[in-house]
T-cell receptor
Framework: QKEVEQNSGPLSVPEGAIASLNCTYS??????FFWYRQYSGKSPELIMS????GDKEDGRFTAQLNKASQYVSLLIRDSQPSDSATYLC?????????FGAGTRLTVKP | GAVVSQHPSWVICKSGTSVKIECRSL??????MFWYRQFPKQSLMLMAT?????????EQGVEKDKFLINHASLTLSTLTVTSAHPEDSSFYIC????????????FGPGTRLTVT
């Protein structure tokens, strides 16, 4: 079982819709959870971090964490074509960060 | 805040030569820096973790004598690819963590290495 699993996609949503990205992890002692956005040919950019169970909202982005289910998700409301990118889920145990393979999101105008 | 730079942004070198890539945290002190490699359409692969003033910790399968990492200060880490070969051609990305309780990693813009 991979440490951090994501659906590779591609996930395609129409402009204005909600995009839902999911991630599961295997290490129960994981402490910190992150979502990064990576445009093609560019390095990852941190968009959300979440440390405790529940929801965390930042603008159009909402991260959800359920430690009991070892599940973290990212919702993007009012999706825009500029949101088209690969989204990487990352999970930390102290400084040991592991990345999922990423989900490619396409937002169609 | 939390800006990380890399230099060069791209480099082409001949097989057998060495290439040095610099990673700098511009507006914060980074006790820990990380080096990743990413091949086309693949995810990030952690190569090594370096702490200022100590030897880097390499991931399994990464040759420490080939990928030399130096973390001389709290704002600078370097990766030297020695005796580069075409299979070393990749996108090399560094990241840095801010000293303290946060484990967030801030990534540099990456360096695209092509070995001919």
């Amino acid at each position: 079982q991979k440490e951090v699993e994501q659906n590779s996609g591609p996930l395609s949503v129409p402009e204005g819709a909600i995009a839902s990205l999911n991630c599961t992890y295997s290490d129960r002692v994981s402490q910190s959870f992150f979502w990064y956005r990576q445009y093609s040919g560019k390095s990852p950019e941190l968009i959300m971090s979440i440390y405790s169970n529940g929801d965390k909202e930042d603008g159009r982005f909402t991260a959800q964490l359920n430690k009991a289910s070892q599940y973290v998700s990212l919702l993007i409301r009012d999706s825009q074509p500029s949101d088209s990118a690969t989204y990487l889920c990352a999970v930390n145990v102290a400084y040991d960060m592991r990345f999922g393979a990423g989900t490619r999101l396409t937002v169609k105008p | 805040g939390a800006v990380v730079s890399q230099h060069p942004s791209w480099v082409i070198c001949k097989s057998g030569t060495s290439v040095k890539i610099e990673c700098r945290s511009l507006d914060f002190q980074a006790t820990t820096m990380f080096w990743y490699r990413q091949f086309p359409k693949q995810s990030l692969m952690l190569m090594a973790t370096s702490n200022e003033g100590s030897k880097a910790t390499y991931e399994q399968g990464v040759e420490k004598d080939k990928f030399l990492i130096n973390h001389a200060s709290l704002t600078l880490s370097t990766l030297t690819v020695t005796s580069a070969h075409p299979e070393d051609s990749s996108f090399y990305i560094c990241s840095a963590s801010i000293a303290g309780d946060s484990y967030e990693q801030y990534f540099g813009p990456g360096t695209r290495l092509t070995v001919t």
